[in-house]
């Protein structure tokens, strides 16, 4: 039998219950809109170690620093995430109920960060240390000069991947500290 309940906006154990439930979807909606998924993982795949070599090869040091300050945004993304997260908590602080639902899905985010970037940030380095073997055999062919050029822009990642994973780690922080 199916039976329906009519909203009874004048009963205040309904109208907490909604609101719970409302709560509920917003942190839910909030958390999956921030928090890297597996597929974000794939979307920031490196690909194929010889085709990032001749990339970082042709960039020159505009490009360099321009490719520098998308790393960095992609880390102000994830502070903003953070503050983003810290909001919600206070939001559902003073609701009874409201910390128990945010547990919850806090957690569900945390792991989703973890499996997601950690084998994301992973690959990364294994594919640097093939870009820059790569390099390495190539050096007399690019000149002194593009070595340098294009093994400081390898570097230059490598420091940025550690800023991001620092702030990835703070995320985390975050999520199992809600």
Known sequence: M????????NNPSAAFR??????????????????PTPADAGRYHFGDAEEI?????????????????????????????????????????DAP???????????????AVDRATG?????????LIEVEALLDE??????EAEFRETLGAINMIRSELVEIEQALDALTDALREA
């Open 119 to 127: 084998k994301a940030i992973d690959k990364a380095r294994e594919t």
């Open 138 to 143: 190539r050096r007399e062919d690019i000149g």
């Open 18 to 35: 909604n609101f719970l439930l409302a709560a509920a979807a917003l942190i839910a909606l909030t958390v999956a809109a921030l928090v």
């Open 53 to 93: 070599l001749d990339e970082l090869i042709e960039m020159d040091a505009r490009d360099i620093e321009d490719l520098r300050a998308d790393l960095v945004d992609a880390r102000a993304d994830i502070n903003d995430a953070i503050g983003d997260i810290e909001e919600a908590k206070e939001e559902v602080k």
């Open 97 to 111: 109920g409201g910390e128990a639902i945010a547990n919850v899905a806090f957690n569900i985010a945390r792991a």
């Open 2 to 9: 199916l039976s329906l309940r009519a909203l009874n906006l």
